[in-house]
């Protein structure tokens, strides 16, 4: 429904007010997030004030005939969003009443309906009536011809007064709704903020929030300039999505979050098969209305292939498994994934998320390490083979590179061709940070470190790794900092106790770091996980003097796991058999490539036979 359908412009209630020329909702003033389903039934209700307005009518103006879409259940999902926007309930409503089997009527009292006091009533004028816009433009064009010289002087004062707006040149795309009445489907949804996300990210010219970061909003009802402040970006992305079968309708709108001024807005309606050429289609639009430039490599990179749709169906139930971030969920998704590919062995992504899994998670499905990583390796060439533009596939091979050969110079050249593809991929700086890291570039890796942050301000594993980045040069004070800052975003992160842990371990506070690290080692869930927490802590207690505790531990660690057995015997001070169980890890491909850095290893820092096993393995 557009604005021009309805008789009145503005109203006001409660304390609200709605604009239906910007299809704004503002509460006390400030711009309030709505989606675009649940505003027009807003608008409805208000035209026809103490009517019901049955269910039939509002389908009718919520979706064309021709739209396929689950109307009922979609008008369920709009008029629930409604309610919670307005703080409404339908047991006791203040604003929209549901009559059983009709329909709804709007029960609030209209404060006003005229036009608010600071607009100006000739810009209102031209903005309702499009022929009258029309003369208007050509009247200023005709005095502007006649009056060129004095209108330079007007313009430049009224440019003094009235700047233009800065230039969006920063972007979050906000969690897709899911407005199909199915919750079935949120994957969908998800997936579809993290496909726009990924392919704003291409574009240089625009900083994109990950998603991860921008998933925190998914059940807040934040202003835009607030959201905008908390992930410090310009401009907003707010977008829905209505599945039905192989059919799609998604909106999208942006607005500008610093004034919270709606910039554009448009509805999509296509084939599941066609999901990927939409989703390039509108990175298109949005760069175009924030005049950020694309490369014509960018231009290439942009432009998407046909997919299957049952083929990405399952590569994105693929991924909802893998962001469950656990070796069960990575178990999950390595099976859809390979169902992605057995329907379709020319779908990149599919082999993409493959080989993350091998990569992110030692042990998925049985695998060895070892053997996950070759199978990895194996996926990411199918998937450079197939598109060998893409920026993902070049920076995940750099890390299968460093992680599996332990060659740092063919890891770092395919790190930085992965970036300069897709400069807003997170995870591209992440490994590029650590490889810096292994080889004693510490300044690098802190750049690197930040820019992950910047991209994902409110993740977790960015977080961690910055403060991991201040451990790496032994900045203590602010590693602590850090890693409490991480902790208060997810307290259960395990990762986030344990390096909170050896940074109190390396301001010698033992008490606190024993506390933090025995937390973390009692919240690992995965049998194959816990020797790495182990060895630290067993470390952490020898060091502060409870040897028996650290060799009771030291007697836990498997005897593959010999990596972190040299932990415990360092801290015990026996540096032969630390040196023998590094050795060992050598010669099974598994010592750490922190080794250069960690305190662990403070006491073999003098060693020739350490410093040999770290020329060897490449980190000297």
């Known amino acids: 429904m557009e604005a021009g359908a309805l008789s009145k412009p503005f109203w006001k209630f409660g304390p609200f007010e709605v604009d239906a020329r910007s299809r704004e909702l503002r509460l006390r003033g400030k711009r309030t997030r709505i989606q675009d389903n649940p505003l027009t039934v807003l608008l409805v209700l208000l035209e026809r004030k103490g009517e019901v307005v049955t269910r039939e009518e509002l389908k009718q103006r919520l979706w064309p005939a021709d739209t396929f879409v689950e109307a009922d259940d979609g008008l369920n999902t709009a008029i629930r969003k409604l309610r919670e926007v307005l703080g409404d309930s339908s047991e006791s409503p203040t604003y929209i009443e549901t009559i059983p089997r009709r329909g709804y009527r709007f029960i609030g009292e209209i404060l006003s309906d005229e036009e608010p006091s600071g607009a100006s009533p000739t810009e209102s004028a031209v903005t309702a009536n499009p022929e009258l816009r029309k003369t208007s433009l050509r009247s200023w064009g005709a005095m502007a011809a006649i009056f060129a010289g004095t209108l330079t002087v007007g313009t430049a004062a009224w440019v003094r007064f009235h700047p233009r707006p800065a230039p969006i040149r920063s972007i979050a795309v906000l969690p897709f709704a899911n407005l199909s009445g199915d919750s079935s489907q949120d994957y969908f949804a998800d997936a579809m903020t993290e496909e726009l996300t990924s392919d704003l990210a291409k574009i240089s010219a625009l900083r994109v929030i990950s998603r991860t970061s921008a998933m925190h909003y998914k059940k807040l009802q934040k202003t835009a300039p607030e959201i905008a402040k908390e992930l ?7 977008s829905s999505v209505v599945r039905s079968g192989d059919r799609l309708r998604i909106t999208a709108q942006l607005i500008d979050a610093r004034s919270d001024r709606h910039l554009w807005s448009e509805s999509y309606q296509r084939d599941l098969k066609d999901v990927l050429t939409l989703q390039s289609e509108l990175a298109h639009t949005i760069a175009g209305e924030v005049q950020a430039a694309i490369s014509p490599a960018e231009e290439a990179r942009l432009r998407p292939q046909p997919v299957n749709p049952a083929a990405y169906d399952s590569y994105l139930l693929g991924r909802s498994h893998l962001e469950k971030w656990t070796v069960s969920g990575a178990g999950e998704a390595l099976r859809y994934f390979q169902h992605a590919i057995e329907i379709d062995d020319h779908f990149a992504l599919a082999y993409i998320g493959t080989a993350e899994c091998y990569l992110s998670f030692m042990g998925v499905n049985g695998v060895t390490f070892g053997e996950g990583l070759d199978r990895g390796m194996l996926a990411i060439d199918r998937a450079i083979e197939l598109n ?12 299968l590179r460093m992680e599996r050969d332990w060659d740092f110079a ?3 050249v395919e790190m930085r061709k992965g970036i300069s593809l897709n400069p807003g991929y997170g995870a591209a700086h992440h490994w590029y940070s650590h490889l810096l890291m292994y080889v004693g570039r510490y300044d690098e890796a802190m750049t690197e470190a930040q820019k992950m942050l910047e991209l994902d301000p409110l993740s ?8 991991y980045a201040y451990r790496a040069i032994r900045d203590w004070d602010r590693a602590i900092e850090q890693q409490r800052k991480t902790i208060q975003i997810d307290p259960g992160y395990v990762d986030a106790h344990a390096d909170l842990g050896e940074d109190y371990l390396g301001k010698g506070m033992y008490p606190e770091a024993v506390t933090e690290l025995r937390q973390a080692a009692n919240l690992v869930r995965s049998e194959r996980d816990y020797p790495f927490y182990a060895g630290s802590l067993g470390f952490a207690l ?23 057995a040299s932990f415990i015997y360092s801290g015990l001070g026996d540096r032969d058999k630390a040196l023998e169980m590094l ?10 490539l922190d080794a250069g850095f960690i305190m662990e290893f ?8 350490f410093s040999e096993l770290l020329r060897r393995v490449g980190l000297r």
Request: proline residues 10%; glycine residues 10%; aromatic residues 2%.
């Open 232 to 238: 410090n970006v310009d401009g907003l992305i707010e």
């Open 410 to 412: 063919g890891a770092e």
């Open 583 to 592: 050795n060992e890890a050598y010669r099974g491909h598994s010592v750490p």
């Open 388 to 399: 060998p533009e893409m920026g993902e596939a070049h920076a995940m091979l750099g890390a």
């Open 542 to 564: 020898a060091k502060s003097g409870a040897t028996t505790e650290a060799k009771k531990i030291l007697a836990q660690i498997p005897r593959d796991r010999p990596e972190f």
């Open 460 to 467: 977790p594993a960015a977080n961690l790794h910055m403060g």
């Open 602 to 609: 403070d006491p073999l820092h003098t060693d020739p036979r």
